[in-house]
């Protein structure tokens, strides 16, 4: 695995993230396409928390806590009980960034990762270089939800007119 390879990717896909939201419009960046979806907001303080609570923690737990329980996390109801969508959102963001350049030097910090260490969670095994990949690949999960958002939000704002001539979604 090249981890300097993903560092960077991470730095990239954190400005591609910013990228994909900055400048949206109070009204876009918290609305939500239907009931069982997320918004842009909530899926930034998901990245947020997510970046401070889970991947940087299990992987330290598994690095250098073994056979210590990590903390455990709520990622699917985090979105209701921290009420993300009521956050400001260039605070949401900034604070994502920002949480993204610690956890760059942090893992920029790690002096000869073991990998291949394992942690055995409730699903069974899974070792560092999972999470870490896990971590890096998960970004790219929120960015193609994004992306659908707004492309959702656009084929939405140009009826009657269709994009089909764009090609297939």
Known sequence: MDMDRFLSQMAEDAARIRALVEGVSEQKVRRRPDPDSWSMLEVINHLLDEE???????LDYILYRPGQPAPPIDPGGWVTKREYNQRDPDASLAQFLSEREVSIAWLRGLSAPDWDATYDAPWGSISAGDI???????????MRQLVEL????????AAPYRPDYAGDW
């Open 52 to 58: 401070r609570e889970d991947f940087r923690v299990r």
């Open 132 to 142: 870490f990949v896990s971590w890096v690949a998960h970004d790219l999960l929120h």
């Open 150 to 157: 707004h492309w959702t939000y656009t084929t939405a704002e």
